[in-house]
């Protein structure tokens, strides 16, 4: 429960007019107590989702195949092949990916790679950004998740890729969460990790 919310109800449960009637200290105190655990409204608010708690921990993660570390989000399942991993819960995402490159992309080539049909893939946006593993090429775009194995539904994504250059290879740093989730901190913490 926030600060803000806790002092919201607080301040309405004091102008009740029950609780101006005299009764006895200790009665009083209970049945406060009561009408605070019983208001629906007072309740902690819900985050949409996919977004990644406030109080996520993150750790340090270092691929040698790949050559590059980076901090990610503690307790999310993981998948390695060779140089690139997958980091996931639930809907939510971060993968790395290695490749051979002659020089670094442009904004059209990585676009031209992310479009796929069965994803529905929309570019939002691309422009150049400079983190602390140097420049890179950052990319966001709207996607459909892969189709439920149960009830064959997909859920629409938003996405970010970082695209880095260096000495004939890119490392392209992938977010995706559910459209309407709130990660812009948390996605900025782990692409300003990245370093080879």
Do not use: H
Not at 172 to 182: C, N, R, S
Request: overall charge neutral.
């Amino acid at each position: 429960m926030s600060g803000g919310s806790n002092c919201t109800c607080i301040t309405f449960l004091l102008r009740l007019p029950i609780l101006k009637m005299p009764l006895p200290p200790l009665c009083r105190q209970t049945l406060f107590c009561l009408l605070l655990f019983a208001m629906p409204s007072c309740a902690a608010e819900k985050n949409p989702p996919g977004d990644i708690p406030d109080d996520q921990v993150f750790v340090s993660y270092t691929s040698s195949a790949g050559g590059y570390s980076l901090k990610v989000p503690e307790g999310w399942a993981r998948t390695e092949k060779g140089a690139d991993v997958d980091f996931v819960d639930k809907l939510d995402g971060v993968a790395v990916s290695v490749a051979s490159a002659t020089a670094a992309p442009s904004a059209k080539d990585v676009a031209e790679g992310l479009a796929k049909p069965e994803k529905a893939v929309r570019v939002i946006s691309t422009k150049d950004i400079r983190v602390p593993a140097g420049q890179a090429l950052l990319i966001k775009y709207e996607s459909d998740s892969e189709p439920n194995p149960v009830t064959n539904k997909r859920v629409r994504l938003e996405n970010e890729a970082c695209v880095f250059y260096k000495n004939g290879k890119t490392a392209t740093l992938t977010f995706w969460a559910p459209k309407g989730a709130d990660n812009v901190d948390q996605w900025k913490l782990m692409s300003e990790s990245f370093r080879w």
